[in-house]
Structures are given as structure tokens and as C-alpha cells.
């Protein structure tokens, strides 16, 4: 039986942070008053499971009835953009907000400590259950116990990467304006990754006695999330290291609560080697569980009926993935109960969000060798073909980019064609609309992602598509071990060879990635590619960059990018140099024709008025979707502020835990580096 959550939740404490007449609904939010009784409603195992059931789409992705889902996570990185640029990428359009709803805010974890604090006592806090007066199943008891544990964990994971430095709140607090106030005092980032890693070994240990169905939380996940956080916090600090940015850094704000600060571990080193200790050992506990289970990708994608299957395809495009033994988690849709629009946006231009020319020249050829080894990228040598045709961009490349990428004239629907469910299938990929760039049917950037995209028009129906989503992979952790035992051990052990000989061999890429490694031109990969630099500098290290080159292929639109290419710290080199993000190859090429009127006439207009639908050729013969007006965000190229690493914290929050009214200095919390504290301004540098 699932129970209506938001009957369950009103039985929560009320809580005001005032400041005058003022309430925070932003921190440490809390519902109303009820009669609903907390003390008798966490008493049975399915009353756990339907307050967790609840909070799944409040902590893990939930993605709208109409939305491309995961897909459209990378907008906004070199890996995929929209028509106009993120305001990230400028100098003034991203500002300190007043207030806001989204970010700094406590409602998901003030509800999960209130379920721990009524549920542990009532279990036995020992883990063992001996007190327990829960009824149900003592494994399944403890399984939710670790659910929530990891639902913590999870939304902890999202604040760190948003602030770093940030409030730890293990219990639900009372309506106490002092003691809220100092609850608000922010932990150093690295502390708050302890935090997260010790939730997470709760988590696992929890969940550790009952194998569930993969659409719930399991210990795998646990200990998958652990690698992802150990190794994202060891990045961070050992590349931001002596910034603002880490405790202890110049100019780092924290030092205003810590002066003298102390890293557990002793030194920020030290720090870095746990971190990347605690990431080798998750990441090795589930890829040496899964390594031999990752899902087929038996050779392309034909175009028939009979041959149009692919296991590697389908794991992102099918109803049911609890046979898919990579998939460690997922959401299960339902037709007509719980749709996306995935399928749709699949089947047309992605929402207008397109891959860039960068990401694409970025896959490997099939023999392991860089695009640039074969002539130029518009010109190749006949084993790489050029790019002045989408369908040449996909021969004899990296499979991951093959099935996915789509071309003019492909046959998009092979089953059920006469499904009159599927309004918005479109049954064979046309050129892509690049002068309807405002439209949601318009391509951004010509290069547009088949991945999501069912073969069965039953699932287009506008808003009805109910495909399942994959949350976790296994392969993440071959490519987590990959990268924390090297820059552990500055070399690859035969563990690391051995997972990037399978992660090769699945991708159909010659699984000799030493000969790419020598061939590897990092001048050439920094054109392509922001993962090439550190620091703005490009890497030296050639096996580093192909280890993060085999994660950005391998993770195609599934939302990673961004939190990869902050910890590497990968945009520094945008402050002094923009980058011109682009797309397909335009001007000078046959894809040119594809464009002229039925009188023969170009409809493309590039004069840089208002009017303009594309980019001129004289800026590149790339198409670039934020050159088409001077006006555009980005036209001058994408820039850069060492400020937005991070997020700001909105002047709200200062307002509201200011000891002297309005004085906002006199808060507790300090902002984020080169952010002001003054509503409505961009970052100082």
C-alpha cells in the first residue's frame, strides 16, 4: 500500500527563521502542524517505504511530462549547447539573486533527519535492531533506514557542488532562532564530503542484507555514489589547490569562522590521498561486481526492421531495464500515469539543444587513432572522412558516437509506424531545421542525438513517452577507478587496464589505448575539448587526458559534463581567451544546399541583423549559434570568472541570519568566493 506523503509530512514541526516579521522558507523548511501522530505513523515497513517512495523524485532526478530528461543535463558545457549561450559563459548576465527556491534550501534534508530521528530510536540506533517495535521484515527495515541514509547523501552531494563549504545538519531542529542561526554555520567542503562518504557507508551497510528491484536505492548505488564523491572532492582540492576555493587557500572566506584551519588528515595532501583511497576502493567493489556484465553493444544499427536492435541502444530506450544488469538504478515510467517527452525530443532536435563540433571531432576513429591523424577535419583521408557531411562525421568512428549521433535520411521508426498513439514520431530524420532555432522543433547546432530515442512509435505520443531512465551505471565505476588509481598512483595497474580494455572493447574502439595515447596531440585535443586543460593549462600528462577523454564519450548526454569539467577546473583558459562554441560544417559544403527555397534560393540569412538565422561565414564556416546578432549573449565568444565555480548564496539568506537586523556583515555565513553580497551584481572576477 503507498501512502499520500503530504498527509504524512504535515505532521512536521513548523519552523520560522525570523528576522522581524520575516519567515526563511529556505532554510531548514518544515509544513505545519497536524493531527497525524509521527510516533504512530513510523511503525510498520510500509509506512517507511511509502515516505521514501515520496522523496525519491524530490532528491533524485525527476524530469518533467514534457522534457528530454538526462539528455539535456550537458546544456551549457562543450559538450552540447542550446541557441543562445548559458549566462555562465558571460562577463555581467549571471547575478547575485535576492532570493531564490531552487539551491539553498533545506526542506529535503530537514524531511529526511525527521525520518531518521522517529525511525532509529524505534529500530535500535545500534544497527542490530534489538529494540526494534517497527513491524515488517527486519531486512527491509533496515534497507529503508538506508535508503534514507543515501537520500541525505545525495542531496548533500548536490549542495557541495553547488556552494562546497556547507551547513552539515544531522537532526531536525527546533522553532529556536539562536540555534537555527547557528546551524546555518557553514563546514568546510571537505568536512561535508566526510559527511557524504559516512552516510553512504551507512547506507551500504543498511541496505546491505536484501537485494531490492533496481528501481530502488541498493547498497551497488551506495557504493557507486561514494566512488563519484571521493573522487570529485579529491579533484577539486587537489586542483584548486591554494585558492580561494579550499579550505585554507588564499583568500578562502571560511577563514573568517576558521582561521587556523586544520584538514583532518593533517595537510590538504593528506586530504587528497583519502579521498582518492576512499574512491579507489568503492569504484573497485562494484566494477570488479559488474565488469563482466556490461551490456552488449552488438555492432550498429542496421536499417531494417529485423536488424534495428542494440542492447547498448535500447538500455536507454526501452520500458523495463530490471534484466539490463548494468543499470544499477533507474525510474520506471507508466503510460498514461508517469510520462516524459524524451522520445520526442529524441525524434526531433533534442529541445534545441545540439552537440558541439568540438565533441564530436573529440571520438576517436575505430582503430583508436585521433580524427586529426587522418588530414584535416574538414578533409579527411578517406578512412576519416571530412565533415562537410553528417553522415561522413559517423564512418569508421567510436560506436558511441555512431548510433547515437543522427543523420538527413535515416529511418527514425521501425515498429508499430501505424501507432496512431505517436503524434510526434518522425519517421525519417530530416535536415536539420537550424533556421527555426526559437522553435522547440529547431536544431541548435545541426548535430543532433538519437539517444532516448525509441524505435516503437507507441512511445511518441506528445508528453506520453514512458521509456524508462537510467540514474546509475556500472560503468562509472571502471572509469572512476580508471581516474583515482592514476592520480593516486600515477601509473595504471592492471586493474585500470584491464577495465579500459573492456570499456574499449564494448565501445568497438581498438582496445590498444596506448598507440591513442602516443598519438595523442594535446594542442590538437585542447581545440576540441575543455577537459584538456587544468588551471588553464593544457595537460601535460597524455594518459590522464585520455582517461577523461574516454569518460566524456562514454557518459553522452547524461549529465555529468558540468560537475566533471568544474572539478578539473577546466575553465580557466575561457577568462582570457573566449571560446566560439559550433556545430555542423555550413558554409562551403553540400549541407549549404540543403537550405535553398523550391526556386533554388537560399533561405539561410546571415547578415547579422535581426533577422538572421545563422552565423556568417566570414565569422566561421562552422555554424555558430550564438554569432547569428551582435546582440546575442556569447557572440563575442564564451567567457569566464573564476567566481562561477561556484554558486552565490543568495543575499536573503544573509538578511535572515544577520545578529543585528538588516546589517547583513553581521551574519553567520560568509559568500562564496569573488561573489558580492549585494543583490543583483555579477561576480568581481
Not at 98 to 121: A, D, T
Not at 584 to 594: A, G, Q, R, S, V
Not at 653 to 664: E, H, P, R, V, Y
Request: with cysteine.
Amino acid at each position: 500500500m503507498k501512502l499520500n506523503h503530504k498527509y504524512i509530512v504535515n505532521a512536521m514541526i513548523a519552523v520560522a527563521l525570523a528576522a522581524g516579521t520575516a519567515s526563511c522558507e529556505d532554510f531548514l523548511d518544515r509544513e505545519p502542524m497536524s493531527t497525524v501522530s509521527p510516533e504512530t505513523y513510523y511503525s510498520s515497513e510500509a509506512q517507511l517505504e511509502a515516505n521514501l517512495n515520496d522523496e525519491y523524485p524530490n532528491v533524485l532526478p525527476s524530469y518533467q511530462q514534457y522534457s528530454y530528461g538526462v539528455f539535456a543535463e550537458d546544456k551549457g558545457t562543450d559538450n552540447q549547447i542550446e541557441v543562445n549561450a548559458n549566462d555562465r559563459y558571460t562577463l555581467d548576465r549571471w547575478k547575485v539573486a535576492h532570493s531564490e527556491g531552487n539551491n539553498w534550501k533545506f526542506e529535503r534534508i530537514y524531511r529526511i533527519n525527521f525520518f531518521l530521528s522517529e525511525v532509529l530510536p524505534k529500530f535500535g540506533e545500534d544497527m542490530s535492531g534489538a529494540q526494534n517495535t517497527i513491524s515488517g521484515t527486519v531486512g527491509n527495515i533496515k534497507h529503508y533506514i538506508g535508503e534514507a541514509y543515501f537520500l541525505r547523501a545525495y542531496e548533500y552531494f548536490k549542495k557541495l557542488q553547488l556552494f562546497g563549504d556547507f551547513p552539515i545538519i544531522k537532526e531536525p531542529l527546533t522553532n529556536d532562532r539562536e540555534a537555527l542561526i547557528a546551524a546555518s554555520t557553514r563546514s568546510p567542503r571537505n568536512e561535508v564530503a566526510r559527511f557524504i562518504l559516512d552516510d553512504l557507508d551507512k547506507a551500504y551497510d543498511y541496505m546491505s542484507d536484501v537485494d531490492m528491484a533496481t528501481t530502488r536505492i541498493n547498497k551497488d548505488v551506495a557504493k557507486l555514489l561514494k566512488s563519484r564523491v571521493a573522487l570529485f572532492e579529491a579533484t577539486w582540492l587537489q586542483n584548486f589547490k591554494g585558492t580561494a576555493f579550499v579550505p585554507g587557500g588564499e583568500g578562502w572566506p571560511g577563514a573568517s569562522l576558521y582561521s587556523s584551519y586544520e584538514y583532518p588528515s593533517g595537510s590538504i595532501d593528506n586530504e587528497i590521498k583519502y579521498f582518492l583511497e576512499n574512491a579507489v576502493d568503492a569504484s573497485k567493489t562494484v566494477a570488479d561486481k559488474y565488469k563482466g556484465s556490461l551490456t552488449d553493444n552488438t555492432g550498429m544499427l542496421q536499417q531494417s526492421a529485423d536488424e534495428v536492435s542494440n542492447p547498448y541502444y535500447d538500455m536507454f530506450a526501452q520500458e523495463d531495464l530490471s534484466g539490463v544488469s548494468e543499470v544499477l538504478l533507474w525510474r520506471q515510467r507508466a503510460r498514461g500515469l508517469s510520462t516524459h517527452n524524451i522520445n520526442a525530443a529524441a525524434g526531433r532536435g533534442n529541445y534545441r539543444i545540439g552537440l558541439t563540433r568540438g565533441y564530436v571531432q573529440n571520438f576517436l576513429m575505430a582503430d583508436g587513432t585521433p580524427v586529426y591523424t587522418h588530414g584535416t577535419y574538414a578533409d579527411g583521408d578517406g578512412y576519416y572522412m571530412g565533415d562537410k557531411n553528417i553522415a561522413n562525421v559517423r564512418v569508421n568512428r567510436d560506436s558511441r558516437l555512431s548510433i547515437f549521433l543522427k543523420e538527413p535520411g535515416q529511418t527514425n521508426i521501425f515498429l508499430e509506424v501505424d501507432n496512431s498513439e505517436g503524434t510526434d514520431a518522425v519517421m525519417t530524420e530530416p535536415y536539420p531545421s537550424i533556421t527555426n532555432g526559437d522553435n522547440e522543433r529547431g536544431y541548435a547546432t545541426g548535430y543532433a542525438l538519437h539517444k532516448g530515442g525509441s524505435f516503437n512509435r507507441k512511445h511518441y505520443a506528445n508528453g506520453g513517452g514512458y521509456t524508462g531512465e537510467v540514474y546509475f551505471r556500472s560503468v562509472e565505476a571502471l572509469l572512476n577507478y580508471m581516474e583515482a588509481s592514476y592520480l593516486l598512483n600515477g601509473i595504471l595497474d592492471n586493474t585500470a587496464r584491464e577495465y579500459w580494455t573492456l570499456i574499449r572493447r564494448r565501445a568497438h574502439v581498438d582496445e590498444n589505448f596506448d598507440k591513442t595515447i602516443n598519438m595523442t596531440d594535446m594542442s590538437k585535443e585542447a581545440e576540441n575539448d575543455w577537459g584538456a586543460y587544468t588551471a588553464g593549462n593544457i595537460l601535460s600528462d597524455k594518459t590522464l587526458y585520455n582517461i577523461r577523454r574516454e569518460r566524456r564519450c562514454e557518459f553522452l548526454a547524461e549529465g555529468l559534463r558540468y560537475m566533471d569539467l568544474r572539478r578539473w577546473r577546466s575553465m580557466d583558459q575561457l577568462i582570457n581567451t573566449p571560446y566560439h562554441m559550433e556545430g555542423m560544417h555550413l558554409w562551403n559544403t553540400p549541407m549549404e544546399k540543403w537550405y535553398l527555397d523550391d526556386k533554388g534560393k537560399s533561405t539561410l540569412i546571415a547578415d547579422g541583423t535581426s533577422q538572421a538565422n545563422v552565423s556568417s561565414e566570414s565569422r566561421s564556416e562552422y555554424l555558430r549559434p550564438f554569432e547569428k546578432t551582435s546582440t546575442q549573449p556569447g557572440y563575442d565568444g564564451c567567457t569566464w570568472k573564476m567566481a562561477h565555480y561556484l554558486e552565490p548564496i543568495m543575499v536573503k539568506q544573509f538578511q535572515l541570519t544577520a545578529t543585528s537586523g538588516a546589517d547583513t556583515s553581521t551574519s553567520i555565513l560568509y559568500q562564496n568566493p569573488y561573489w558580492p553580497t549585494v543583490a543583483d551584481q555579477p561576480a568581481e572576477k
